[in-house]
């Protein structure tokens, strides 16, 4: 069974940095797109980053500039670095990962295959 283990979450105050990790399998970090997504209370599920096989990374326009999507093959791991956090990045963070044989642009939940537990980020005014 597919797996992936998020840890790094907490509590942070505005202007703060946190960076997720999602720990995961061998095959997947080399043959699966992944993606970080978050849902906060009462809202829908929304992406973040994603990071496709090859490498190349795509951003939501809330977190461009801010939030880093990385994969470390020696570790199996994939990290989401974040930066200048805002109170609106506050909610539960999400890794997932797909190998459908086409991914959509934009961030489509039904892409993804496989997801995380998720982890609690809390970023304080």
């Known amino acids: 069974q597919v797996q992936l283990v998020e840890s790094g979450g907490g509590s942070v105050q505005t202007g703060g940095s946190l960076t997720l990790s999602c720990a995961v399998s061998?095959?997947?970090?080399?043959?699966?797109?992944m993606a970080w997504f978050r849902q906060a209370p009462g809202k829908e599920r929304e992406g973040v980053a994603k990071?496709?096989?090859?490498?190349?990374?795509i951003y939501a326009d809330s977190v461009k500039g801010r939030f880093t999507i990385s994969k470390d093959r020696a570790k199996n791991t994939l990290f989401l670095q974040m930066n200048s956090l805002k109170p609106e990045d506050t909610a539960m963070y999400y890794c997932?990962?797909?190998?459908?044989?086409?991914?959509?642009?934009?961030?489509?939940?039904?892409?993804?295959?496989?997801w995380g537990q998720g982890t609690q980020v809390t970023v304080g005014s």
């Open positions: 997932a990962a797909g190998r459908k044989r086409s991914i959509r642009p934009g961030f489509y939940t039904g892409d993804f295959d496989s």
């Open positions: 061998e095959d997947m970090i080399i043959n699966y797109y």
């Open positions: 990071i496709l096989i090859g490498g190349r990374t």
